[in-house]
C-alpha cells in the first residue's frame, strides 16, 4: 500500500515563508511525476507546480519566482518551499505522485497517488 504523508503546512503571515514535504512510503518499483496541488474553498483543485524525476520543474504562472519545487529521490520526497506568501495562497495543499508499483509497471502504466492534504493559512 502506497501512502503519501504531507507535513509543513500552518498558519503564516503574508509575505512569510513555508516549506511542505510529502514522503512516500510503502511497497513500490519507482516514483515518476511528483507535484503540489491546492484547493481553496468554493474553488476546483489546481496545479501549482510539479516536477519530474530529471527534475524538471513546471510552475503555475500565479506561484512563478515565489514557490520552488525539488524532490529527493534517495528519501522519496517532495518538497514546496513557499516564500512572499500572500491571502491568495491559502488553500488546502495536496501531494501527487505517479508512481510504478512493480518493473512490468513500466509497460503497463502506473497510477497517481495523493496525500490527505495539508492546509496552508495566510493572514493579511
Known amino acids: 500500500q502506497v501512502q503519501l504523508v504531507e507535513s509543513g503546512g500552518g498558519l503564516v503571515q503574508a509575505g512569510g515563508s513555508l516549506r511542505l514535504s510529502c514522503a512516500a512510503s510503502?511497497?513500490?518499483?519507482?516514483?515518476?511525476?511528483m507535484g503540489w496541488y491546492r484547493q481553496a474553498p468554493g474553488k476546483q483543485r489546481e496545479l501549482v507546480a510539479t516536477?519530474?524525476?530529471?527534475?524538471?520543474?513546471n510552475y503555475a504562472d500565479s506561484v512563478k519566482g515565489r514557490f520552488t519545487i525539488s524532490r529527493d529521490n534517495a528519501k522519496n520526497t517532495v518538497y514546496l518551499q513557499m516564500n512572499s506568501l500572500i491571502p491568495e495562497d491559502a488553500a488546502v495543499y495536496y501531494c501527487?505522485?505517479?508512481?510504478?508499483?512493480?518493473?512490468?509497471?513500466?509497460?503497463?502504466?502506473?497510477?497517481?497517488?495523493w496525500g490527505q492534504g495539508t492546509q496552508v493559512t495566510v493572514s493579511s
Open positions: 516536477i519530474t524525476s530529471g527534475d524538471s520543474a
Open positions: 501527487n505522485a505517479y508512481i510504478f508499483a512493480s518493473a512490468r509497471a513500466l509497460f503497463y502504466g502506473g497510477a497517481d497517488y
Open positions: 510503502g511497497s513500490f518499483f519507482s516514483i515518476n511525476s
